[in-house]
């Protein structure tokens, strides 16, 4: 767990990066103190020239006068001089705010996919939140709050040890450091409460998220109160550190109050001898109790401030310990933009686990030549998906090596690799935007005529322009809006516009029906025609014209070939193929197929 001052030293680079603003707020701040701290110096003056000769009734006009200017300068110097340092400074904490934000995003998105199947949404941006709001409270309450009750604190008591009696400034200086001592003391003893809410806040925010996204699941078996109930217990673990959170806050504020009002009595206590003795004037009297008024309300939130200071550092450590996640998949330091010239791939002996204990893939061998297809088939669990998550490299392989054109994937930077790949998963999540917006992804800031060609050319232009808002149409929340079918083609019109040298179908088709399958595999084989393409699939029809065909069965390659060859051979290729036949012809005597979800995992 990071410590406050790695926070801090975390912060301060970024509020450095304009130095000259930093400094001049700065020297803004201490002119708006001393003149606030001028302000009972000059009171007292008047005080005391009230006190005239009636053979001199002029001076009562003449020199107040000049004092009630001098007080009114320094009052609105005080104010001038508060609101140029708020001018000057604003664009360092907002800068600060938004490169942090920007970087914590940015790095979020070079954490490699494991890291991203194990977070927790819900709680992971409610850090994000918390944390960006704390950096710009840190930056007010510790530059604008404690440094100015710092420098006002200091020049006051330095002009009661010049001007008066030792004592005055003994007992300031004594309270303060009570003060500040039990601030600290209390503070910190009162920190865990804050950061177990925050972990309690976070937790329940998660499943709220986590519930809303998987609404139509509730709904489906209706586990409305389930999911009410399992929200309130978060909530109720909240109130609860809320509520002993709120009581230390209580028992903080007497301790602080309690110091305050016995340091204010005693110096009004030996100011009030000081006049009755005569060692001190009336004016001397306002001026002491003006300084302790004036310390009092800076004082009195001193301790809030340390409160919030100490939040904020909370929440910005949560913030910053994502910057601290290592990326597991980062480019090398000799990293080279990959240079496709035919699109070939090579898996060579590759062996793959995602758990040390859980092996996936076995010297799994093999090579799609350029502008060729080759279409790997097997089991749900059998390791086809993992094959185009290493070739996108998200995970790096464990033995063996993977090659497009020759070159290492692991020795080219993976913007150059995953720019050279396009793939339509079968799940397809689209934003929560229009329809135009997920087309145009593939390719962003491409114009509205090759959005609507790669929108035709996935058989899905005539569907966007039926919809009232046509290609303004918004998809909602992960594509909810749209059907399985249209959605896929969505999916599909991003990767033709893309246009990228090598393709990868995980499915491509699994959502449409037999009538809209058809039209958009021609278009697929159309579209794959001299470019390396890597088919995964479930139904074998879709396949049977690839160059290559790849069976696997538990990480293994159990055979390879192509439709025709494997049919001879009569092995588990054959053995899928007679029973998927089968299958369709029992569903087409019975009923006709309308979707198309025959699979191998029914059939096999």
Same mark, same amino acid.
């Given at each position: 767990?990071?410590?406050?001052?790695?926070?801090?030293?975390?912060?301060?680079?970024?509020?450095?990066?304009?130095?000259?603003?930093?400094?001049?707020?700065?020297?803004? $701040?201490?002119?708006?103190?001393?003149?606030?701290?001028?302000?009972?110096?000059?009171?007292?003056?008047?005080?005391?020239?009230?006190? %005239?000769?009636?053979?001199?009734?002029?001076?009562?006009?003449?020199?107040?006068?000049?004092?009630?200017?001098? =007080?009114?300068?320094?009052?609105?110097?005080?104010?001038l001089? #508060?609101?140029?340092?708020?001018?000057?400074?604003?664009?360092?904490?907002?800068?600060?705010?938004? #490169?942090?934000?920007?970087?914590?995003?940015?790095?979020?998105?070079? $954490?490699?996919?494991?890291?991203?199947?194990?977070?927790?949404?819900?709680?992971?941006?409610?850090?994000?939140?918390?944390?960006?709001? &704390?950096?710009?409270?840190?930056?007010?309450?510790?530059?604008?709050?404690?440094?100015?009750?710092?420098?006002?604190?200091?020049?006051?008591?330095g =002009?009661?040890? $010049?001007?008066?009696?030792?004592?005055?400034?003994?007992?300031?200086?004594?309270?303060?450091?009570?003060?500040?001592?039990?601030?600290?003391?209390?503070?910190?003893w009162?920190?865990?409460?804050?950061?177990?809410?925050?972990?309690?806040?976070?937790?329940a925010?998660?499943k709220?998220?986590?519930?809303?996204?998987?609404?139509?699941t509730?709904?489906?078996? &209706?586990?409305?109160?389930?999911e009410?109930?399992?929200?309130?217990?978060g909530?109720?673990?909240?109130?609860?550190?809320?509520?002993?959170?709120?009581?230390?806050?209580?028992?903080?504020? *007497?301790?602080?109050?309690?110091?305050?009002?016995?340091?204010?009595?005693?110096?009004?206590?030996?100011?009030?001898?000081?006049?009755?003795?005569?060692?001190?004037?009336?004016?001397?009297?306002?001026?002491?109790?003006?300084?302790? !008024?004036?310390?009092?309300?800076?004082?009195?939130?001193?301790?809030?401030?340390y409160?919030? !200071?100490?939040?904020?550092?909370?929440?910005?450590?949560?913030?910053?310990?994502?910057?601290?996640?290592?990326?597991e998949?980062?480019?090398?330091?000799?990293?080279?933009?990959l240079?496709? *010239?035919?699109?070939?791939?090579?898996?060579?002996?590759?062996?793959?686990? =995602?758990?040390?204990?859980?092996?996936?893939?076995?010297?799994?061998? %093999?090579?799609?030549?350029?502008?060729?297809?080759?279409?790997?088939?097997?089991?749900?669990?059998? &390791?086809?998906?993992?094959?185009?998550?290493?070739?996108?490299?998200?995970? @790096?392989v464990?033995?063996?090596?993977?090659?497009? @054109?020759?070159?290492?994937?692991?020795?080219?930077?993976?913007?150059? $690799?995953?720019?050279? !790949?396009?793939?339509?998963?079968? @799940?397809?999540?689209?934003?929560?935007? #229009?329809?135009?917006?997920?087309?145009?992804?593939?390719?962003?800031?491409?114009?509205?005529e090759?959005?609507?060609?790669?929108?035709?050319?996935?058989?899905?232009?005539?569907?966007?322009?039926?919809?009232p808002?046509?290609?303004?149409?918004?998809?909602?929340?992960?594509?909810?809006?749209?059907?399985?079918?249209?959605?896929?083609?969505?999916?599909?019109?991003?990767t033709?516009?893309?246009?990228?040298?090598?393709?990868?179908?995980?499915?491509?088709?699994?959502?449409?029906?037999?009538?809209?399958?058809?039209?958009?595999?021609?278009?697929?084989?159309?579209?794959?025609?001299?470019? #390396?393409?890597?088919?995964?699939?479930?139904?074998l029809?879709?396949?049977?014209d690839?160059?290559?065909?790849?069976?696997?069965d538990?990480?293994?390659?159990?055979?390879?070939?192509?439709h025709?060859?494997?049919?001879?051979?009569?092995?588990?290729?054959?053995?899928?193929?007679?029973?998927?036949?089968?299958?369709?012809?029992?569903?087409? %005597?019975?009923?006709?197929? *309308?979707?198309?979800?025959?699979?191998?995992?029914?059939?096999?």
């Open positions: 767990m990071r410590d406050d001052w790695a926070t801090i030293k975390t912060l301060l680079p970024y509020l450095w990066t304009y130095k000259w603003r930093v400094l001049l707020a700065l020297l803004f $701040l201490v002119g708006a103190k001393a003149a606030q701290v001028g302000v009972p110096v000059v009171l007292k003056e008047l005080v005391d020239r009230m006190t %005239f000769s009636p053979s001199h009734p002029q001076a009562l006009f003449v020199l107040p006068m000049g004092i009630l200017v001098a =007080y009114g300068i320094l009052r609105v110097c005080t104010t001089f #508060t609101e140029l340092r708020e001018f000057v400074f604003a664009k360092v904490t907002q800068r600060a705010v938004r #490169t942090i934000a920007l970087k914590v995003f940015r790095h979020l998105h070079a $954490l490699s996919l494991r890291f991203h199947l194990n977070r927790q949404t819900g709680g992971m941006t409610r850090d994000i939140e918390r944390g960006t709001r &704390g950096i710009a409270s840190l930056v007010q309450y510790s530059l604008f709050s404690i440094l100015p009750t710092v420098v006002e604190i200091s020049l006051v008591i =002009y009661m040890v $010049l001007h008066y009696d030792p004592w005055f400034s003994a007992i300031t200086f004594a309270a303060l450091l009570l003060y500040i001592g039990f601030t600290v003391l209390v503070t910190e009162r920190t865990h409460f804050r950061r177990t809410m925050n972990d309690l806040d976070s937790k925010n998660t709220a998220i986590d519930s809303l996204i998987n609404y139509e509730v709904k489906y078996f &209706g586990n409305e109160d389930y009410a109930r399992r929200y309130d217990q909530l109720q673990q909240y109130e609860s550190a809320a509520v002993r959170s709120q009581t230390s806050l209580s028992i903080l504020n *007497t301790g602080q109050s309690m110091i305050i009002a016995i340091a204010v009595t005693l110096i009004l206590w030996r100011a009030t001898l000081g006049v009755m003795n005569g060692t001190m004037t009336l004016g001397d009297l306002v001026l002491v109790n003006a300084f302790m !008024i004036q310390l009092y309300v800076p004082l009195n939130f001193l301790g809030v401030i409160r919030e !200071i100490k939040q904020s550092l909370t929440d910005m450590e949560r913030l910053f310990s994502l910057l601290d996640k290592e990326r998949i980062a480019d090398a330091s000799h990293a080279k933009p240079i496709a *010239t035919g699109g070939e791939v090579r898996f060579s002996r590759v062996d793959f686990c =995602y758990e040390s204990n859980r092996q996936i893939l076995f010297d799994v061998d %093999f090579v799609i030549s350029a502008g060729t297809t080759t279409a790997v088939v097997g089991h749900s669990g059998s &390791g086809k998906s993992t094959l185009s998550r290493l070739l996108f490299r998200f995970y @790096d464990n033995n063996g090596g993977i090659t497009i @054109d020759g070159q290492d994937v692991r020795n080219i930077t993976q913007n150059s $690799l995953r720019q050279a !790949i396009g793939i339509v998963p079968q @799940d397809t999540v689209l934003f929560n935007d #229009t329809i135009e917006y997920n087309i145009a992804y593939g390719k962003p800031g491409a114009s509205k090759e959005i609507i060609a790669a929108a035709r050319a996935a058989a899905i232009h005539d569907f966007i322009v039926s919809l808002d046509g290609y303004n149409t918004m998809v909602g929340e992960r594509g909810l809006k749209l059907s399985g079918g249209e959605k896929q083609r969505v999916a599909i019109a991003r033709l516009l893309k246009n990228p040298a090598i393709l990868i179908f995980d499915e491509a088709t699994s959502a449409l029906d037999s009538k809209s399958e058809q039209a958009i595999q021609a278009q697929l084989k159309e579209i794959a025609k001299n470019k #390396t393409t890597l088919v995964i699939a479930h139904r029809s879709t396949i049977a690839a160059a290559q065909i790849l069976v696997l538990h990480g293994k390659i159990i055979e390879r070939g192509a025709g060859q494997l049919l001879a051979a009569g092995g588990a290729y054959a053995q899928m193929w007679e029973r998927q036949q089968a299958r369709q012809q029992q569903e087409s %005597f019975a009923s006709p197929s *309308t979707d198309g979800t025959d699979s191998i995992e029914a059939l096999a």
